[in-house]
């Protein structure tokens, strides 16, 4: 968490709705570039994460 975050964003939520309601304050507050940033690293992941299975599985990896 960051020190400027509000007191209250830095409690624990209690239930699913809690939680999903205070991820979606954070990420609105969250700039485009960072937002854009954060879906490049997650794609970077997905594509690492099936790069590995494929290997274990047998398939050829893919070029880059």
Not at 10 to 28: N, P, V
Not at 32 to 60: F, H, I, M, Y
């Amino acid at each position: 968490m960051r020190d400027s975050e509000p007191p209250e964003e830095r409690l624990w939520e209690s239930g699913w709705g809690a939680h999903t309601m205070a991820q979606r304050r954070r990420l609105g507050r969250l700039p485009l570039v960072e937002k854009l940033a954060w879906l490049e690293e997650a794609q970077r992941l997905v594509n690492r994460l099936g790069q590995k299975s494929r290997r274990t599985a047998g398939d050829p990896p893919e070029a880059p």
